[in-house]
């Protein structure tokens, strides 16, 4: 089974056996436009990302950190982002395991992991123990069922 951790954000972080990164999903120039059309313009890009994401690697199910309450514009770019992967997988018929941050954490810290601010790598670096958990943690639930 070929997971995809995704830590959402305006920097989504990402991470499959094997590869890992951050897409962008707000860009230079955006800000010009209104709020709405700014918020449809980010997520069909995270739309597209993540369709080509999951051919490019044969991914079979999303791993989805599940985002505490935030408030404030930040909480609907990362509601939304979450409806649209959440959208994804379910019109190519993948499973999806929502993880909540204090699992994943507390497992990573035991093995060295720390916070990094999102733009210094931290949504990469968070995405790949969201993964490493999982593999370890969660796989092998699913798989007994």
Aim: avoid cysteine.
């Amino acid at each position: 089974m070929i997971p995809l951790a995704l830590d959402p954000g305006k920097m989504t972080g990402w991470a499959v056996p094997g590869s890992s990164g951050a897409e962008q999903i707000e860009r230079n120039g955006d800000g010009k436009m209104p709020l709405s059309l700014r918020h449809g313009t980010w997520f069909g890009r995270a739309r597209a990302w993540v369709s080509a994401t999951i051919d490019r690697h044969g991914v079979e199910m999303i791993v989805l950190e599940r985002q505490p309450v935030i408030r404030g514009n930040g909480s609907l770019v990362t509601l939304g982002l979450r409806g649209v992967y959440l959208e994804v997988a379910w019109s190519r018929r993948l499973m999806v395991d929502e993880v909540a941050p204090s699992k994943w954490q507390a497992w990573a810290k035991s093995y060295g992991w720390r916070k990094v601010g999102a733009g210094n790598g931290g949504d990469e670096i968070d995405a790949v123990a969201i993964l490493e958990w999982w593999q370890a943690i969660r796989l092998p639930e699913v798989k007994n069922g």
